[in-house]
């Protein structure tokens, strides 16, 4: 099996035209807690991700606002990348990359002018869909997520189902999610299989509140 690599974040140079490829670097920073036991934590790694033109071309995205962006790129690490092109302690060779939609919030506390589109558009929305949209907590990506995925592609192990996580991990993890709207921090399981090894209070209680999916960490 390919070995496979996911990496999330904002690219840190221009990009580099080869002619037939392109290529930059991103940078992912450590996440900040390890799994217990593990004296060690991760630092941050630079990458330079190789893509083919097509694959640019798909995003839509000019050059000069493509540093702007945020990514997530899916693909295989690779040690035949030029040195002179491969700035990055790590070369990777994209198969997918998908720009991740941020919600600016200095756009959402911006006020309005009067008689515009988007006002008018708002005095049409009904009450009850207005009361709806402002319950709903703004979702906000702990540290250290490496991506999103939905609980029924998790698979927890038999040794986690036997027991109840503790009332008072619950109510810290179902704090979060009503402010946050995600549990507190990413849940950790395994990149090729899916598996959950940390983190079960997490799922227990994301399941509980039926969460569509969860931050996790490889």
Partial sequence: MAHKI?????????????????????EEKGSPNAP???????????????????????LNINQEEFSQRRFVVQGEPCLDIPFEQCKGEIGVICMQIQEIEVKRKEE?????????????????????????????????????????????????????????PGMAKQKAVEESIEKNGTVDKPIIINPDTHELLDSYSRYYV???KKLDRVPVYY
């Avoid at 996911?6 to 991103?26: H, N, R």
């Fill in 6 to 26: 996911t990496v999330t974040g904002c690219p840190t140079s221009s990009i580099q035209d080869y002619g037939k490829y392109l290529a930059f670097d991103m």
């Fill in 206 to 208: 994301a399941k509980q």
């Fill in 36 to 58: 217990k036991g593990i004296p060690f934590k991760s630092n941050a790694i630079t990458y330079t991700v190789v893509l083919s033109l097509k694959q640019f071309n798909k």
């Fill in 108 to 164: 959402k506390g911006k006020p309005q002018k009067k008689g515009s589109r988007a006002q008018k558009k708002e005095d049409h929305t009904p009450k009850e869909e207005k009361k709806k949209e402002e319950a709903k907590p703004q979702v906000l990506a702990p540290e250290g997520t490496r991506e999103w995925m939905t609980l029924e592609d998790i698979k927890v192990p038999e040794t986690f189902l036997k027991f109840t």
